[in-house]
């Protein structure tokens, strides 16, 4: 069965500080990997994915993710954070080569400190 | 590309009575799925459907809920009768095969 861990439910930075949201999965077979964002009022959209390609995936907004299969992760940071990064993110898991059901993480919420 | 569309935007409603969920998915997209968020329980995958028939409906909590997709562009979500509990914001949410999912702005629900 996939599973999500998504460690901290909420992370606080300072605007132009280091971002780093952390995810472990677990899956029997190779996984596609995905990094939601959620703002206030609004529903999940798409920050980036990972599909057996290169291990280090790069999304919209300037945010990134490396996969590491040793390590079962798929970590999100940002180098330099913005006030309009505060949301919640979510980490999500689907079965590679034909799966179709998504199993989402619990979210972290992201504060961003002026 | 309009998106996923939802309505309504927010609902309150007073216990007991029927609430309807409604979901316009993308054009082309062969799987829809509805979820529901809270604080407590998070996202979670009520029901999908995949060609406008349900694959996986072992979410949905109770038998005062239903989903149907009766074509390819629309689907609805029913809760009769609805409880207090049962107040969360509900997100559709549409797709393809192993790819991401396209999600709706979701809908408030408020049972009083």
């Known amino acids: 069965a996939q599973s999500v861990t998504q460690l901290g439910s909420h992370v606080s930075v300072s605007e132009g500080a280091l971002v780093l949201l952390r995810c472990n999965y677990s899956?029997?077979?190779?996984?596609?990997l995905f990094w939601y964002v959620q703002y206030p009022n609004q529903g999940l959209q798409l920050l980036l994915k990972?599909?057996?390609?290169?291990?280090l995936v790069k999304g919209i907004n300037g945010f990134e993710a490396e996969f590491k299969k040793s390590e079962t992760s798929f970590h999100l940071t940002k180098p330099s954070a913005h006030m309009s990064d505060a949301a919640e993110y979510f980490c999500?898991?689907?079965?590679?080569?034909?799966?179709?059901?998504?199993?989402f993480g619990a979210g972290t919420r992201l504060f961003v400190k002026a | 590309d309009a998106g996923v569309i939802q309505s309504p935007r927010h609902e309150v409603t007073e216990m007991g009575q029927e609430v309807t969920l409604r979901c316009k998915p993308i054009?082309?997209?062969?799987?829809l799925f509805w979820y529901r968020q809270t604080m407590m329980r998070g996202l979670e995958l009520l029901i999908y459907?995949?060609?406008?028939?349900?694959?996986?409906d072992s979410g949905m909590p109770e038998d005062r809920f239903s989903a149907k997709m009766p074509n390819a562009s629309f689907s609805t979500l029913k809760i009769q009768p609805s409880e207090p509990r049962d107040s969360a914001v509900y997100f559709c949410?549409?797709?393809?095969?192993?790819?991401?999912?396209?999600f709706g702005d979701g809908t408030r629900l408020s049972i009083l």
């Open positions: 949410a549409s797709g393809e095969l192993s790819q991401p999912q396209h």
């Open positions: 899956s029997s077979v190779p996984p596609y």
């Open positions: 990972y599909t057996s390609a290169a291990t």
């Open positions: 999500a898991v689907s079965e590679g080569n034909g799966g179709f059901k998504t199993i």
């Open positions: 054009s082309g997209h062969d799987y």
């Open positions: 459907f995949n060609n406008n028939v349900p694959i996986d």
